[in-house]
């Protein structure tokens, strides 16, 4: 099946994405055909990516001065020792900015790559092959990068465009079904912030595009990607209208934090999970409509995606998820903001919400 090909056109970069199988054997001719040129590069690579596969990456690669640093992605790895780590090897080994940092692995990997790559004399060429459905229907696309810190989840970091993104549907055929349900999540989340066909589409096709089935997941990648593309091409620099991306990721980044980043909930669960809170407040704060709340609630449920608080917290938990929920990048002045759902497809972005409003909210989500 032929390759896919969308391009990202931003004030500061402009970008192709590719989607397809098999992709990583002709990464030397994706170059050569976007005129992506360079001497040296750092390969960071998730230390979980099969030998296999980084041994096809390399020999694509031959004619390159490789260097490699393997990662332990996992978000409590995910800081600013890291980034020193990676500036450091690039400095000893005499890159400039001609050179290229490459990223193969998950959002993780893609997050504090495309972040040390924005630090590098201020910038050297990034290339991000992600490997996980997650990343690559989200992180890999609109150029956020960072680190995290106590204080809370991607607090340091910057925007900084690719060059190049290649999405290998292959990578996918060795994650676990956990992994592929994340990513998931948010291709329903794009779903719900732009598009109801799409949704139905997901809906109809949700078996296939889980097992990986071709053109489904190729269709549900695409998808997902071109709204993210648009959204970033009108706000790069979430000023406004891209902070409708954050649907259930304010619930959710709070979730992650509280449980300090474990296992028990890794992120693409922490956002279905934090999207079925915003729909619940959306429905009690009768902004959504019945019908439109039940289809999503029931989609949710019919596919055991995570939906109950109960299961991951008690009441004990309450005043530190407000405590990461006040830390949140997009609010103001000890507010938070939500985004929330009218219907689908008409999201909207509500600043004004009180730690007494979203305590007792989620004291009696607990409670039901």
């Known amino acids: 099946m032929k390759p896919i090909k969308l391009n990202v056109k931003t004030k500061n970069q402009n970008y192709p994405i590719f989607i397809g199988s098999n992709l990583i054997n002709n990464i030397s001719n994706i170059l050569k055909n976007n005129f992506i040129n360079f001497n040296k590069c750092l390969i960071i690579i998730d230390e979980n990516i099969p030998k296999k596969i980084v041994s096809i990456i390399k020999k694509s690669l031959k004619k390159k001065d490789i260097s490699i640093l393997f990662f332990k992605a996992n978000e409590k790895n995910k800081n600013i020792k890291i980034i020193h780590q990676i500036l450091e090897l690039m400095l000893k080994k005499n890159f400039s900015r001609d050179d290229c940092l ?7 990997t893609g997050d504090i790559s495309g972040f040390a790559a924005s630090q590098f004399k201020r910038g050297l060429k990034f290339i991000n092959i992600p490997t996980t459905l997650l990343a690559q229907v989200d992180s890999s696309v609109g150029g956020k990068t960072g680190v995290n810190t106590k204080y809370g ?58 097992n990986l089935r071709s053109p489904f997941i190729n269709k549900a990648i695409y998808e997902s990607c071109k709204i993210k593309k648009n959204i970033v091409e009108k706000d790069e620099k979430e000023n406004e209208l891209r902070k409708i991306l954050n649907f259930g990721h304010t619930f959710a980044h709070a979730f992650e934090a509280s449980l300090n980043y474990s296992k028990k909930l890794n992120h693409g669960e922490a956002v279905i999970l934090g999207m079925n809170t915003a729909l619940n407040f959306s429905f009690k704060n009768k902004f959504l409509k019945n019908n439109d709340y039940k289809l999503i609630i029931n989609h949710i449920k019919n596919h055991n995606l995570p939906s109950s608080l109960n299961k991951f917290f008690s009441i004990k938990d ?23 759902l009218k219907k689908i497809g008409m999201p909207f972005i509500n600043k004004n919400y009180t730690k007494k409003k979203i305590l007792k909210f989620l004291r009696d989500e607990l409670n039901n």
Do not use: W
């Open 318 to 340: 309450l005043k530190k998820i407000l405590t990461f929920m006040l830390a949140d990048k997009k609010n103001d002045s000890g507010v938070i903001s939500l985004v929330l």
């Open 153 to 210: 989840k991607n607090l340091i970091g910057s925007f900084y465009q690719p060059n190049l993104v290649i999405s290998d549907v292959i990578f996918l055929k060795t994650l676990p079904k956990r992994e592929i349900i994340c990513g998931y999540g948010e291709i329903l989340k794009h779903s719900l912030i732009s598009n109801k066909t799409f949704f139905n589409f997901l809906t109809k096709n949700y078996l296939k595009i889980l």
């Open 102 to 108: 490459i990223s193969i692995g998950g959002g993780i």
